[in-house]
């Protein structure tokens, strides 16, 4: 069972293990050939798997609104890293006093604690508040404390380096068969169904409403969905809006999805929502009754995507 490890400053010695390091935004195929790799080494070594990411990422730290989209939230990062079969998942919360740490610091303080006898990290990964850590420095750190470091392979994709940074920009295309093709699986977003405002319930279409835990979104309209979570290994079928909703005064960014056929009481439960097609942008009203008019637009014109594309079902 994969361990959970959140505090740095207090981690215990663990046994002895392989590590790899980064942000691992959306687990997507790239990330896998590493963390197979990671896994093979841990095997044929005998040692634990060890996969390191930060809360937030450090860009988010530093500039949180200018930051890219974030494909995934931590939780789901960690369910994904479960399922690959990791066995501990340090999340180091980035904060104040972990970007004080010095290179030489970092590796004292974490690298060490964690009994790294391999570290597999990009040749261009740089740490430390002075960035002179790099991958010289780790070598050197190795000899030093009887670690090796190994640097990760590009992959990619039809000629092409799959990276967070192309599959974000897919996703805002629209193009989810392609998002689809570079993570392995299909895009979704987790959330747990929180109370909305009970406004979709005066226009007849009711919503199940996530928040969505990033600063800025890689989706942003009105989508086809598809709800896992609900019904066992079956998804249900939606219309869903990311926005602030302007038609109705919003201010919040949000996920809003009206599960087609479907009557429930689903607070609190987790759902994942899978982004099939783009309807359209979010737009302004003049009234409600002009709104109402344009979400049965919606769930028509989901009811029709899906009669067209019957897409097969694999679990995300």
């Known amino acids: 069972m994969t361990q959970l490890l ?47 990411f930060f809360e937030p990422q450090p860009q988010e730290f530093f500039a949180p609104h200018a930051a890219p989209p974030r494909l995934m939230d931590w939780r789901d990062k960690f369910e994904a890293l479960r399922d690959l079969g990791i066995d501990y998942v ?26 790294c006898k391999h570290l597999v990290v990009g040749d261009d990964f740089r740490f430390g508040c002075d960035r002179s850590g790099d991958f010289g420095f780790l070598q050197q750190a190795g000899q030093q404390h009887a670690f090796s470091v190994e640097s990760t392979p590009t ?31 299909p895009y979704c977003i987790a959330g747990h169904i929180k109370h909305g405002d009970k ?74 929502v899978q982004f099939c097609h783009k309807l359209r942008n979010e737009t302004n009203f003049v009234s409600l009754d002009a709104l109402k008019v344009a979400i049965a637009q919606d769930v028509q014109a989901t009811r029709d995507y899906f009669e067209m594309n019957p897409h097969p079902n694999p679990l995300p």
């Open 6 to 52: 959140r505090h740095w400053q207090t981690l215990q010695q663990l046994p002895s293990s392989v590590v790899t390091i980064g942000n691992f935004d959306g687990v997507h195929c790239g990330h896998q050939v590493i963390l197979q790799r990671v896994l093979a080494i841990s095997k044929v070594q005998k040692l634990a798997s060890v996969v390191m």
């Open 90 to 115: 340090l999340l180091i919360k980035f904060d104040t006093e972990f970007r004080k740490l010095t290179a030489q610091a970092f590796v004292e303080r974490v690298l060490l604690p964690l009994q």
């Open 155 to 185: 992959i990619t994709n039809e000629s092409q380096r799959i990276s967070s940074t192309r599959i974000r920009q897919a996703i805002q295309e629209a193009d989810f068969a392609l998002a689809h093709q570079l993570l392995g699986r």
């Open 199 to 272: 406004i979709g319930r005066t226009l007849d279409f009711p919503t199940a409403n996530l928040s969505l835990n990033r600063h800025v979104s890689p989706v942003a309209g009105i989508y086809a969905v598809k709800v896992w979570g609900l019904t066992g290994d079956k998804p249900l079928l939606g219309a869903t809006n990311v926005g602030t909703r302007p038609a109705v005064g919003g201010t919040e960014n949000r996920i809003e999805v009206h599960i087609l056929d479907f009557n429930g009481d689903i607070y609190g439960r987790r759902i994942r």
